[in-house]
């Protein structure tokens, strides 16, 4: 078994989908778009072996590999049949050809397709015995729309069932735009649910659609995000939600601040504030990421960096903010 220093919760594999298009069902390769990596992609590639090089240079012991086809470069645009099957060739390629070279080093965040409910359960469950597979990544609802519907639980359910870690870069589904407000809800409360939420939205309409209460193990890691705005976030959120809750009828605990820090998590790279403040934020929330290969990582120094913001702090929480969080997050024990 590894023993882990440095766990790197968010990078970045960075392969255009030439590398992995012959794991996809031959009737619809053609329709796998091309992905364009982006300018800081690591010279590694799709090449294990050297992104384990790169990450032996970097001080990095294992790393949660994020996919590149997410955000504008996801398989949105294709049709459900095609959009599913290059889903399934993604996976199947990180599992057997990528990660298989180190699996206890080169974790793999999995793509869900954003279809229906049923596919995205079905292949949350495929994925669960696939080697390598650590987590699986939420682009939109898990309907496949950018706003949740009641026949999401379904998946939610499945997710808790199979203990399947699950990730989000910023933030999934469409935001408040995306998410018409109920006809009983007057206008002062969407003001209440989005305010200084920005990246956030998403985390208030799982607390205010009731998704945390029907699911109350269930975890979400947000990467990209840092974690030094949170206590400002859930001050200023709270506020407004105490001065307007009484419009929609909400209870008086379905606050920020009773939800984020049993269900949310957050990655950082530089951040001393949302180091500073672990313990109100939830020491166990806080999880290190160099972001490798993007513009905003150290490498080949991100362990130094790591070891200068983490300095002077006890040793057992500057463990779990560079590796132990993560190990118990993605069940690498």
């Given at each position: 078994?590894?023993?882990?220093?440095?766990?790197?919760?968010?990078?970045?594999?960075?392969?255009?989908?030439?590398?992995?298009?012959?794991?996809?069902?031959?009737?619809h390769r053609d329709a796998v778009p091309a992905i364009d990596l982006r300018a800081d992609a690591a010279p590694s590639g799709g090449d294990p072996q050297a992104r384990l090089a790169e990450m032996d240079r970097d001080g990095v012991?294992?790393?949660?590999?994020?996919?590149?086809?997410?955000?504008?470069?996801?398989?949105?645009?294709?049709?459900?049949?095609?959009?599913?099957?290059?889903?399934?060739?993604?996976n199947d390629w990180l599992s057997e050809e990528f990660c298989s070279a180190a699996p206890d080093r080169l974790l793999g965040v999995a793509l869900l397709p954003a279809t229906r409910v049923q596919d995205a359960v079905d292949e949350i469950t495929r994925l669960k015995s696939m080697p390598g597979i650590r987590a699986v990544i939420l682009q939109q609802w898990p309907n496949g729309s950018g706003a949740p519907?009641?026949?999401?639980?379904?998946?939610?359910?499945?997710?808790?069932?199979?203990?399947?870690?699950?990730?989000?870069?910023?933030?999934?589904?469409?935001?408040?735009?995306?998410?018409?407000?109920?006809?009983?809800?007057?206008?002062?409360?969407?003001?209440?649910?989005?305010?200084?939420?920005?990246?956030?939205?998403?985390q208030s309409q799982l607390i205010y659609d009731g998704v945390f209460d029907r699911f109350p193990s269930l975890q979400i890691l947000f990467a990209g995000l840092g974690a030094g705005w949170v206590l400002n976030q859930i001050e200023q959120a709270d506020d407004m939600f105490r001065r307007h809750r009484f419009w929609g009828g909400y209870a008086a605990d379905q606050t920020q601040a009773n939800y984020f820090p049993k269900?949310?998590?957050?990655?950082?790279?530089?951040?001393?504030?949302?180091?500073?403040?672990?313990?109100?934020?939830?020491?166990?929330?806080?999880?290190?990421?160099?972001?490798?290969?993007?513009?905003?990582?150290?490498?080949?120094?991100?362990?130094?960096?790591?070891?200068?913001?983490?300095?002077?702090?006890?040793?057992?929480?500057?463990?779990?903010?560079?590796?132990?969080?993560?190990?118990?997050?993605?069940?690498?024990?």
């Open positions: 078994m590894t023993s882990y220093n440095a766990i790197s919760a968010s990078s970045h594999l960075e392969v255009g989908s030439d590398v992995w298009r012959d794991h996809v069902a031959a009737e012991d294992a790393e949660v590999l994020f996919p590149a086809a997410i955000g504008s470069r996801s398989f949105s645009s294709i049709e459900s049949e095609a959009q599913m099957a290059a889903t399934r060739g993604y519907i009641p026949a999401d639980d379904r998946f939610w359910e499945a997710a808790v069932d199979l203990d399947m870690p699950l990730v989000a870069w910023r933030t999934f589904g469409g935001g408040s735009a995306a998410a018409p407000r109920p006809p009983s809800t007057p206008p002062p409360m969407p003001l209440a649910l989005t305010l200084c939420t920005g990246s956030c939205t998403t269900h949310c998590k957050w990655t950082f790279t530089r951040d001393a504030l949302g180091v500073s403040q672990r313990h109100e934020i939830g020491l166990d929330n806080v999880l290190w990421s160099s972001n490798f290969p993007h513009e905003d990582n150290d490498f080949p120094e991100s362990r130094q960096q790591l070891d200068k913001q983490l300095a002077g702090l006890p040793a057992d929480e500057a463990r779990a903010l560079a590796a132990g969080n993560a190990v118990n997050f993605f069940r690498l024990s």
